[in-house]
């Protein structure tokens, strides 16, 4: 699999008139890295996650809010899926081209073949703008879901929204 660069990424979306603005900051690997730096950026923030089956046979790219706690079990039996799970390193690589911690909704440009599923948590149908790893996480990109969804047309990649269940964590 070949993977686009990041200003491979730049260039693809100029081509489709898409406009961002564009941050650099420390790396972020984790949404609590970007709360102890706390950056101010434009955009919701979000969670970016790489699932996959219990069998290896289906990859998920799911995008929710930055602060809710997923509950994989109830999303598993939601979509019907046998035990979903956070995929390898190794898997984040080969399907989507980029290294830990650089997860976001631009990765799909690396999925010409549409391996990985789009899931979007309907907790963010609301949000205008929408922060974006370039492929590396010491970028932060912003940019309108309408492009983003143009951006998702042209790659292939048709989002799912649905209802992410949340853990209930107790005290």
């Known amino acids: 699999m070949s993977t686009l660069t990041v ?4 260039a693809l979306l100029h081509k489709l008139d898409i406009i961002y603005q564009a941050y650099r900051h ?3 690997a984790t949404c609590q890295d970007a709360d102890k730096l706390a950056l101010e950026r434009t955009g919701t923030r979000l969670k970016n996650l790489f699932l996959r089956d ?3 046979r289906q990859h ?3 995008i929710t809010t930055a602060d809710k706690q997923i509950d994989l079990k109830a999303l598993s039996k939601q979509q019907d899926l046998s035990r979903l799970g956070f995929a390898s390193d190794s898997r984040l690589q080969q399907y989507l081209g980029i290294k830990p911690g650089c997860v976001s909704a631009l990765a799909v440009a690396n999925d010409p073949e549409q391996h990985v599923q789009l899931w979007l948590d309907e907790a963010l149908s609301d949000a205008v703008l929408w ?3 370039p492929f590396e996480n ?3 990109w912003v940019l309108s879901l309408a492009d983003l969804t143009r951006f998702w047309q042209h790659t292939g990649h048709q989002p799912v929204w649905l209802t992410v269940p949340e853990r209930v964590v107790t005290v």
């Open 131 to 133: 922060q974006c790893h």
């Open 7 to 10: 200003s491979q990424l730049a």
């Open 26 to 28: 420390p790396p972020l």
């Open 60 to 62: 998920i790219l799911l």
């Open 138 to 140: 010491d970028k932060t």
């Open 54 to 56: 219990n069998y290896g």
